[in-house]
């Protein structure tokens, strides 16, 4: 999911077709030979940027672009590797520091580093190489990656068109993908006069100023429950010790754990896909608390789940508004709960979580807290909620956002 986010707003025009792959073991020896150079360019990056970081200096593109160059210049192992995944590398820490610099910024109080760049540790990170145009051909139905790499994507769909790049990557369960860019032609809906506020929430996935469009959190089943914590107690009894490798049982649970996890993933995606499919289709204009998952992420499963379950959620909302060329606006989230969505007065202190209902000291509104606090997107995102269910008067244009 993490990469995926930045993806979303640098590729405006653009979708991902993913596929599996059939790796031989040659190819799957040379693909994981090219991510350990990877990991350690990034480790590279992360120690360098740290340290930039702490002396004040700037870290930018120019200065890392240089430093590979250096790098491959000096360290034959190195440079024995494709260039092409080695500046694509460069390219997206130099991004995601930008990003995690910028949210920062924005938000003072939050913890100092959080969003920075991190250490990929072998046993952690699942390997994962981008490919630019230049990287990368496909012949025969084969995919074939500089470096003289050759795979074979199992088709399960057409490409729809020339792709612009393509990430290799293994995921948690040992399986191999290809997920290509292509540009997509947004296809537009009807009209329908309508907007829409949306608020995230622990209680609830998404609270709207329609009732009709609220999706609550959906609990994991039982039986997935059960699993779950039968595995973790596996893999907790035969935990290797430090500096011991893993034991085969201790792999086995890892794996049913992962492959647990997938099913989980891949339920919440569809969910979510629907849900954005139908807000999409019933409103013209989308005002959306651009909420932040990994700064709530460190406490509780249950918490854990519902960051999960917002992050999927939202990234499904704004690739459904983009195919369908709707207006989604993101709105910041600092305050949303202490601004009243009707007369925009703020009030002093900000709404225990214990604390339900939402009453404004100014205008006397009463509302439940999350229904307020998703017409306060609508006000943020300069469109006027005019009646109870978010619907403006017949014929008034939209207002445009400040
Ligand atoms: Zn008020």
């Not at 993908?177 to 997509?184: E, I």
């Not at 609550?216 to 893999?235: N, V």
């Not at 900000?350 to 997107?377: F, H, I, Q, W």
Request: proline share 5%; charged share 30%; with cysteine.
């Amino acid at each position: 999911m993490q990469g995926d986010d930045l993806v979303a707003t640098a590729e405006a025009r653009h979708v991902r077709y993913t596929y599996r792959l059939r790796v031989p073991p040659g190819a799957r020896a040379a693909l994981l030979a090219e991510w350990d150079r990877c990991r350690w360019l990034w480790n590279e990056c992360v120690s360098r940027s740290q340290k930039a970081y702490r002396d004040g200096q700037k870290c930018g593109p120019a200065r890392l672009d240089k430093m590979l160059t250096q790098a491959r210049a000096m360290t034959p192992w190195l440079a024995a590797g494709s260039s092409v995944p080695q500046q694509q590398l460069i390219r997206d820490f130099g991004a995601s520091r930008a990003k995690a610099l910028k949210d920062i910024k924005e938000r003072l109080s939050a913890e100092r580093r959080a969003g920075m760049p991190r250490y990929k540790r072998k046993r952690e990170a699942d390997p994962t190489l981008n490919y630019t145009r230049r990287g990368f051909r496909l012949k025969d139905g084969r995919l074939r990656l500089a470096g003289g790499i050759a795979v074979s994507v199992v088709w399960s769909r057409d490409l729809p068109a020339e792709p612009s790049s393509v990430r290799v990557y293994r995921d948690s369960v040992g399986h191999w993908h290809a997920s290509f860019v292509v540009p997509a032609a947004p296809e537009p809906l009807a009209a329908t006069g309508a907007v829409i506020g949306i608020d995230w929430g622990v209680r609830e996935i998404a609270t709207t100023t329609s009732d009709a469009h609220d999706l609550p959190h959906s609990e994991f089943g039982e039986k997935t429950r059960e699993r779950l914590t039968r595995y973790d107690r596996m893999m907790g009894r035969r935990e290797p010790k430090k500096g011991q490798a893993a034991s085969k049982g201790y792999r086995r649970a890892k794996q049913w754990r992962a492959k647990t996890h997938q099913k989980i993933a891949r339920q919440r995606r569809d969910r979510a896909r629907k849900w954005a499919k139908k807000v999409v289709r019933d409103h013209d204009v989308i005002a959306v608390e651009d909420f932040k998952p990994r700064f709530l992420s460190r406490t509780t499963m249950a918490r854990k789940a519902a960051d999960a379950a917002i992050g999927a959620t939202k990234q499904a909302l704004l690739e459904m508004g983009r195919k369908h060329a709707r207006d989604v606006r993101l709105v910041h989230p600092a305050h949303t709960t202490m601004d009243c969505g009707k007369c925009g007065a703020r009030a002093k202190h900000a709404l225990p979580l214990s604390e339900r209902t939402y009453t404004c000291t100014a205008c006397g509104l009463v509302s439940p807290r999350d229904k307020n606090s998703a017409r306060v997107m609508l006000v943020r995102a300069g469109l006027n909620p005019a009646g109870d269910d978010g619907v403006g008067p017949p014929g008034a244009p939209l207002r445009e956002a400040a």
